[in-house]
């Protein structure tokens, strides 16, 4: 559980960006959070909801989500596949030599002023 630690740095990061641009209320927050990333969406929110009321600028924010699907390549024949469905095999041509692409994002893609 290091949810209330990621909440705690990114209303850290919204204060910060807030003063250097003089914004006295959020509006919305909007997260990318890849599929496979080691951050509960749920969990998050939970963390979230019991952490922002607190803050003065983010008490009326609404948080929002976007789950980025994660996609493993595969070294041996070069084609993507979902890695949630098929994990580490490439179910292409077998081979285990593969890596995630994307989908262990976890980024604040937009802030949105009052
Ligand atoms: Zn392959």
Redesign the pocket.
């Known amino acids: 559980m290091h949810e209330l630690g990621l909440v705690v740095y990114v209303i850290d990061a919204v204060e910060q960006l807030a003063k250097e641009k003089n914004l006295t209320e959020i509006g919305s927050i909007t997260l990318e959070l890849g599929e496979v990333s080691s951050v509960v969406p749920d969990y998050f929110k939970d963390c979230w909801n019991y952490s922002h009321k607190k803050s003065d600028l983010l008490k009326n924010t609404e948080l929002k989500i976007e789950i980025i699907p994660a996609l493993t390549v595969?070294s041996?024949?070069g084609?993507t596949y979902p890695t949630v469905e098929f994990k580490k095999k490439?179910p292409?041509?077998s081979?285990d030599d593969t890596y995630l692409l994307r989908g262990n994002e976890f980024n604040i893609k937009e802030i949105e002023a009052c």
Do not use: I, V
Request: charged share 25%; proline share 0%.
């Open positions: 595969c041996d024949c084609k490439c292409h041509c081979s």
